[in-house]
């Protein structure tokens, strides 16, 4: 993997691990890196997207951000698989609740993504492919939560491309089809993973209801999110 480089991604030498955490923010992956990872060695500064590799309970594990929606985390997945060969990749994000029963800082497992977007038009399929992620990585870390006491939710998401849509009805019909939670990036993800022959898990955390309005304050939103790192870094 010596001195491969992406028009993205240019690690200089930097190892990238197989399994990497793929929080939305570069500045989260960091925090990351900064809290919860050993020797860590910044791999990507390429746009901002800083990347890092380092261990954890000796495990050698990596954390990225993505940017936001499918078109910035298709490029960074993509080119992580293609290129660097990695193997597992779990997306630690944020995400509205569209269901009474999922409340805010809740945790979600993102069994199956559906989508609103044309991200999988490029596959020319002749019918729709079922968004899944990878069992493997999605029982682990259902194990791992129980082992914590951890409550998550394990369901069907929706990975949109529009944060503010025109259409404020089209929500309540993915509602009905009991679709937990709305977020833009798994579409990418799992279809990446998918194509390419990786792993691939989302876990959430509910920063706001599109149901009671109820919204996180960053504060309260850093604590949730260390429950969701917890469950992602035992993965590796
Ligand atoms: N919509 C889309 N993505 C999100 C939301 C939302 O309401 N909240 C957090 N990520």
Same mark, same amino acid.
């Given at each position: 993997?010596?001195?491969?480089?992406?028009?993205?991604?240019?690690?200089?030498?930097?190892?990238?691990?197989?399994?990497?955490?793929?929080?939305?923010?570069?500045?989260?992956?960091?925090?990351?890196?900064?809290?919860?990872?050993?020797?860590?060695?910044?791999?990507?500064?390429?746009?901002?997207?800083?990347?890092?590799?380092?261990?954890?309970?000796?495990?050698?594990?990596?954390?990225?951000?993505?940017?936001?929606?499918?078109?910035?985390?298709?490029?960074?997945?993509?080119?992580?698989?293609?290129?660097?060969?990695?193997?597992?990749?779990?997306?630690?994000?944020?995400?509205?609740?569209?269901?009474?029963?999922?409340?805010?800082?809740?945790?979600?497992?993102?069994?199956?993504?559906?989508?609103?977007?044309?991200?999988?038009?490029?596959?020319?399929?002749?019918?729709? &492919? /079922?968004?899944?992620?990878? =069992?493997?990585?999605?029982? *682990? @870390?259902?194990?791992?939560? !129980?082992?914590?006491? $951890?409550?998550?939710?394990?369901?069907?998401? &929706? /990975?949109?491309?529009?944060? =503010?849509?025109?259409?404020? *009805? @089209?929500?309540?019909?993915? !509602?009905?089809?009991? $679709?937990?939670?709305?977020?833009?990036?798994?579409?990418?993800?799992?279809?990446?993973?998918?194509?390419?022959?990786?792993?691939?898990?989302?876990?959430?955390?509910?920063?706001?209801?599109?149901?009671?309005?109820?919204?996180?304050?960053?504060?309260?939103?850093?604590?949730?999110?260390?429950?969701?790192?917890?469950?992602?870094?035992?993965?590796?």
């Amino acid at each position: 993997m010596k001195n491969i480089q992406t028009p993205h991604i240019k690690p200089e030498g930097v190892e990238i691990a197989e399994t990497i955490l793929l929080p939305g923010d570069p500045l989260r992956a960091k925090f990351i890196a900064d809290n919860f990872l050993e020797n860590s060695v910044c791999f990507n500064k390429v746009r901002g997207m800083l990347g890092y590799t380092g261990t954890f309970k000796g495990k050698k594990i990596s954390v990225m951000g993505t940017g936001m929606g499918p078109g910035s985390i298709g490029i960074y997945s993509y080119e992580l698989i293609k290129f660097f060969g990695v193997k597992n990749l779990i997306r630690i994000g944020t995400c509205g609740s569209l269901q009474r029963d999922v409340n805010i800082y809740d945790v979600i497992l993102a069994m199956a993504s559906s989508t609103d977007t044309n991200y999988m038009h490029q596959y020319n399929l002749p019918g729709q &492919l /079922s968004l899944h992620a990878s =069992y493997d990585l999605l029982s *682990k @870390s259902h194990e791992i939560a !129980k082992e914590k006491n $951890i409550n998550v939710h394990v369901g069907n998401i &929706l /990975s949109t491309d529009i944060f =503010y849509s025109a259409d404020k *009805k @089209s929500i309540d019909n993915w !509602k009905k089809m009991g $679709i937990l939670a709305v977020e833009m990036e798994s579409v990418a993800l799992y279809a990446n993973a998918i194509a390419l022959g990786a792993n691939a898990l989302t876990i959430l955390t509910v920063s706001d209801s599109l149901i009671t309005g109820e919204e996180t304050t960053p504060e309260e939103r850093q604590t949730a999110f260390t429950k969701m790192v917890e469950i992602a870094m035992e993965l590796a």
